[in-house]
């Protein structure tokens, strides 16, 4: 039986195997994992997205063990998917045995993900394998240590990142390159922004205190989960007290510090969070950005729960880039710059991503970075100010980015920021933040 931290199966597991390989078969081709979730039958999607994104966080790891066990790997995709996620929950039900099982595992018993792995392959496609999936299994089963001392010689199987993000990852943290690869493996907590427009801090702890739902305070609107659970398991959801998002996000409305009247611009603002939080915090006339217009469509439904839509907000599905094509000259008095970036930062919440991006994206995402800041610089009043951000720890997209800005605006002043924000725990052994970077710039009047 699947211990308690799985959430309910109305199927057998060996559909929810199938499922998750399905799901990691296809970030292997290229496609988020979150997208290929939302095509999974809902009754199945909790489940396997549990098990696919664990899978994620020791995919390294299986791509060796698979390679060890099978040197000549099968032509068919399904089929070696649906062997990584069967070796790491064969794993994780090993390492459970032994006393080392997280509250964040999907565990089950040896002999259930043995028995459901190779149910699993009676898919049509899938026949022809079983007995190679069994024997793969078994011999892991008997060998675990073993297999594993020699899988873990590889880099990409210790760590499970690419080899790149690994000295990408060491080259900028030498003193705790080790401590943020492991982060990135830890779920982030649910953390809570509270709408005080609708309801103030006390009367929302209140509320969580009343469901039986434990918290703790961060920044000035946030609330961190003692554990995460649906929304609507949460009071005020459909009322718009409150989001989701993280607490480093959250800190972009109060540095960029909105007041009533300001004219202001969230250039890349889909999915709406930071939108949303600095028409919480002042009566403004805000323009929103995205060259997504399903992803602004978003932004608008997000607003709507809040309450926060009026006639003062303008959603436009524009290039921020090309300010010819939306801009109507009148300069805005706030800029917020969160710009695209390769979501190193945010690996913890979504693991695939290590898996999709390529070393080529940083050095692409940042010269994107520098031409949008750059056009956005123009439409700053004299006196105003520009808070770029990223949710990456790369500091090709931060540190250097804002230098590189300086550099080439001389009518710039950078003012206080936090500047890089890393995902670790901190003296209580919670890690609040996910990775994040913040710059405040400016321009001279």
């Not at 791509?63 to 649906?82: K, S």
């Not at 907000?313 to 710059?337: E, I, N, Q, S, Y």
């Not at 010269?367 to 439409?379: D, E, H, N, P, Y």
């Not at 800005?405 to 924000?421: E, S, V």
Request: hydrophobic fraction near 45%.
């Amino acid at each position: 039986m699947p211990a308690k931290n799985i959430p309910l199966q109305r199927f057998a597991l060996s559909e929810t195997l199938l499922t998750s390989a399905k799901a990691v078969q296809a970030v292997r081709s290229g496609r988020s994992l979150s997208d290929a979730l939302a095509m999974t039958p809902s009754e199945l999607r909790a489940a396997a997205q549990s098990i696919s994104f664990h899978t994620m966080r020791r995919l390294g790891l299986a791509n060796e063990i698979q390679r060890l066990l099978v040197p000549r790997t099968p032509p068919n995709p399904l089929f070696n998917a649906l062997l990584q996620v069967s070796l790491v929950l064969l794993d994780t039900a090993m390492e459970a045995d032994g006393g080392e099982a997280n509250a964040f595992w999907p565990v089950y018993a040896v002999h259930t993900v043995v028995d459901q792995s190779v149910q699993a392959a009676d898919a049509k496609s899938l026949r022809s394998y079983k007995k190679l999936l069994n024997a793969a299994l078994r011999r892991f089963t008997r060998e675990r240590p073993d297999i594993l001392t020699q899988a873990r010689k590889n880099p990409v199987a210790r760590w499970n990142y690419p080899d790149w993000w690994i000295q990408h990852v060491q080259r900028a943290y030498p003193n705790s390159w080790e401590a943020l690869l492991n982060a990135g493996d830890q779920p982030g907590p649910m953390t809570l922004r509270v709408n005080r427009r609708l309801v103030s801090m006390v009367q929302m702890e209140a509320c969580l205190t009343g469901a039986g739902i434990g918290f703790s305070r961060v920044g000035t609107a946030g609330l961190i989960l003692t554990q995460a659970r649906p929304v609507h398991e949460i009071p005020g959801f459909d009322e718009g007290w409150w989001s989701v998002q993280d607490a480093a996000a959250q800190m972009a409305a109060d540095l960029l510090r909105p007041f009533d009247g300001a004219r202001v611009l969230d250039a890349c603002s889909a999915p709406g969070g930071k939108t949303a939080h600095l028409l919480e915090s002042s009566q403004l006339e805000l323009w929103a950005l995205d060259n997504d217009a399903a992803r602004l469509e978003r932004v608008g439904q997000n607003l709507d729960r809040l309450r926060l839509r009026n006639d003062d907000v303008h959603l436009r599905c524009a290039d921020a880039a090309d300010t010819g094509t939306w801009w109507d000259g009148k300069p805005f008095d706030l800029v917020l710059a969160d710009v695209p970036c390769t979501a190193s930062g945010v690996v913890r919440r979504h693991p695939d991503i290590r898996w999709l991006r390529r070393q080529t994206d940083v050095a692409r995402t940042a010269a994107l970075q520098r031409k949008i800041v750059s056009a956005l610089w123009k439409t700053v009043k004299p006196g105003g100010r520009l808070l770029y951000a990223t949710c990456s720890i790369f500091p090709q997209e931060g540190e250097l980015q804002a230098q590189s800005f300086l550099k080439a605006h001389g009518d710039a002043t950078r003012l206080d920021a936090p500047g890089q924000i890393l995902p670790l725990p901190d003296a209580d052994g919670v890690a609040r933040y996910d990775g994040f970077f913040y710059a405040l710039f400016a321009k001279q009047a």
